[in-house]
């Protein structure tokens, strides 16, 4: 491949599109057709598997039996569902708040293209389409590459529709994200969370810190602090202490007994020795290693507030100066996840694992897109591979609707 061709074409693609005949109008058919050949299919077979495997596609009917499951067949399905998403306070109530919002993420985007479609494509594309270009052809006729320099007052027509999007745009993002700040006051409020107590888990605690009084006093700040606190796998700590004590004291008394090299024996004393210094070895590492434990057992706890608005506080706000102590987090205490115990290192190693793993994911599906994408407007990368020019229409509107 030549790459200089393809930064040439890259950097100069307005101007390629001057020159060249753009997509079809069979090629975008097309590629609709093969869209919608897989999409309504896999719909098709979901309205099927609903039927028969609840578990794995309404899970939240088997967790909350009060909730009944959609509707049998292909059809009826659309209008309960449609009738459950109307009602935001039931909606948060069955299943949660984040579920709320995003749902009204996708009636945000509905809210926003909406309007666009309706309004501005209808002044744009007459606009674009009378412009009468003899360099553009295709589908092409209908952007703003077929209106000519010259043609001033068709661009300010363009730029007033494209002002009209922003203020359109803007308008609705600040009145939902008001929107959205009320919505979380008002729902620590409703009726469904009058009798639920809140559970926050608080990690990388001190050692010296691990203790019901300590705790109560440190949160007392929060709405006279949390009216329970449990200290998670307390028995198992305090047999881990008492195993370490008595660590301790037979590493003292091994101190104490050390054996001398004799000058008449000396082979024999150093085997003793050896022997000596290998069982205080391990000795020393069973002590490291049940210190660590202890110390990761003693960095957790479980607070119980009366109210969510006293626990949202918490999660905004921090109980010490010190970095990476003392952290609040949203769990359930039926389902504390072990992985919370990890030490700092293997947080942080995790942490980083995962977003170098997510980030090469994303590039790995932007590139096939990207090329798809270019693929689309193959007129415009002719001087890269002279092989590509000779697809059809109809393979490239098969290639893009993929």
């Given amino acids: 491949m030549d790459f200089a061709a393809l930064n040439e074409t890259v950097n100069d693609a307005a101007g390629k599109a001057h020159k060249n005949e753009g997509l079809s109008a069979q090629s975008f058919l097309i590629s609709l057709a093969v869209s919608a050949g897989i999409f309504i299919p896999v719909v098709y ?4 598997l609903k039927d028969i495997n609840h578990k794995l596609f309404q899970p939240q009917c088997l967790a909350d039996p009060d909730l009944l499951p959609l509707p049998k067949g292909r059809t009826l399905w659309v209008k309960q569902l449609w009738k459950f998403m109307k009602d935001d306070t039931e909606l948060a109530g069955r299943l949660s708040l984040d579920c709320r919002f995003f749902l009204r993420l996708l009636r945000v985007a509905v809210k926003l293209f909406m309007p666009i479609a309706v309004i501005i494509l209808p002044i744009l594309l007459p606009v674009n ?12 006729r209908f952007s703003i590459s077929n209106i000519q320099k ?8 363009t730029a007033f529709a494209a002002t009209l999007a922003n203020i359109h745009i803007w308008r609705l993002l600040l009145v939902e994200f008001r929107l959205v700040v009320k919505t979380r006051q008002n729902y620590f409020h409703e009726w469904f969370l009058a009798q639920k107590v809140a559970t926050i888990v608080v990690t990388n605690i001190p050692p010296g810190m691990w203790n019901d009084q300590s705790l109560r006093q440190i949160y007392s700040a929060f709405n006279g602090g949390p009216v329970d606190v449990i200290l998670p796998q307390q028995d198992v700590c305090d047999n881990k202490e ?15 007994i050390r054996p001398q090299i004799s000058r008449t024996s000396i082979v024999p004393s150093s085997i003793r020795l050896m022997a000596y210094f290998r069982n205080k070895g391990l000795l020393e590492c069973r002590i490291r290693n049940l210190q660590r434990d202890i110390e990761r ?11 969510l608005f006293t626990a ?10 010190i970095p990476l102590e003392l952290e609040a987090h949203e769990t359930d205490v039926e389902t504390l996840d072990p992985a919370i115990y990890y030490s700092k290192l293997s947080k942080t190693l995790r942490s980083v694992s995962i977003l170098v793993t997510l980030n090469v994911l994303a590039v790995l599906w932007a590139i096939p897109i990207s090329l798809t994408g270019l693929l689309s407007q193959l007129v415009y990368l002719d001087s890269i591979n002279s092989h590509l020019h000779n697809l059809s229409d109809d393979q490239l509107g098969a290639i893009q609707g993929f």
Avoid: C, N, P
Avoid at 312 to 321: D, G, I, N
């Fill in 242 to 256: 008492l195993k370490l004590s008595t660590l301790l004291r037979d590493l003292d008394t091994m101190m104490r």
């Fill in 312 to 321: 949202h506080l918490l999660l905004q706000a921090r109980a010490s100066s």
């Fill in 150 to 157: 010259e043609q001033h007052i068709r661009w300010w027509i």
């Fill in 45 to 48: 077979i979901f309205t099927f």
């Fill in 129 to 140: 389409y009378t412009a009468d270009s003899i360099k553009v052809g295709g589908l092409d």
């Fill in 297 to 307: 057992t003693k960095s957790i706890a479980l607070f119980h507030f009366s109210d």
